[in-house]
């Protein structure tokens, strides 16, 4: 069964990028119909949705958030990445990875999380 | 794109049924059968409890079911144990092909 675990720096400085890893075991990354997500949950607040990269390498992104995410995936290495530009105290969050299915609502499974914070 | 709107917070005693609703759009949970219902308790990741509107993933109770009706989508816990008493997230599909969240909603067992 899948499972995901994302590894990244717990603390970045403002006005520099986030950067997040999920790695995937299980199960290729590239798998038919499989999609990758990244979900943040400021805390004490609810889910935001960040974006997805699908099982061939196509992208979409909050609107919110358009300009300054980049959602990767590297096959080799069976895992997908998160880069979020420009970050402000207002990006401290749990971060979570997770698995959607094409053509359906499935989330799951969830990575654990893990807390960015963002300050100087 | 707005978030979905859930109401803050619902509560019920032991062995009563509740319901939260999730109200979206024409452009997401009136047009798509694609709406996700999550659990959250405190610390921990989301479980994924209702999917397409009415399906329950196995392992989850038959106490959890979801339905859908115009704009809104709707989660019932029936015979409520203290062990649901979390936070509670729809979500749902768009026409932008995106994902768009609703703010959740705080459950309190009597």
């Known amino acids: 069964q899948l499972q995901l675990q994302e590894s990244g720096p717990g603390l970045v400085k403002p006005s520099e990028t986030l950067s997040l890893t999920c790695s995937v075991s299980?199960?290729?990354?590239?798998?038919?119909?499989?999609?990758w997500s990244w979900i943040r949950q400021p805390p004490g607040k609810g889910l935001e949705w960040i974006g997805i990269?699908?099982?061939?390498?196509?992208?979409s992104y909050n609107p919110s958030l358009k300009s300054r995410v980049t959602i990767s995936a590297d096959t080799s290495k069976n895992q997908f990445s998160l880069k979020l530009s420009s970050v402000t105290a207002a990006d401290t969050a749990v971060y979570y990875c997770?698995?959607?299915?094409?053509?359906?609502?499935?989330?799951?499974?969830w990575s654990q999380g893990t807390l960015v914070t963002v300050s100087s | 794109q707005s978030a979905l709107t859930q109401p803050a917070s619902v509560s019920g005693s032991p062995g009563q049924s509740i319901t939260i609703s999730c109200t979206g759009a024409?452009?997401?949970?009136?047009?798509?059968?694609?709406v996700s219902w999550f659990q959250q308790h405190p610390g921990k990741a989301p479980k994924l409890v209702i999917y397409?509107?009415?399906d329950r993933p196995s392992g989850v109770s038959n106490r959890f079911s979801g339905s859908k009706s115009g704009n809104t989508a709707s989660l019932t816990i029936s015979g409520l144990r203290a062990e649901d008493e979390a936070d509670y997230y729809c979500?749902?599909?768009?026409?932008?092909?995106?994902?768009?969240f609703g703010g959740g909603t705080k459950l309190t067992v009597l």
């Open positions: 299980g199960g290729p990354i590239n798998s038919n119909n499989y999609y």
């Open positions: 024409s452009s997401d949970v009136g047009t798509y059968n694609f």
């Open positions: 997770a698995t959607q299915r094409g053509s359906t609502s499935w989330v799951d499974p």
């Open positions: 979500i749902s599909f768009t026409d932008s092909d995106t994902w768009v």
């Open positions: 990269i699908s099982y061939s390498g196509r992208t």
């Open positions: 397409d509107v009415s």
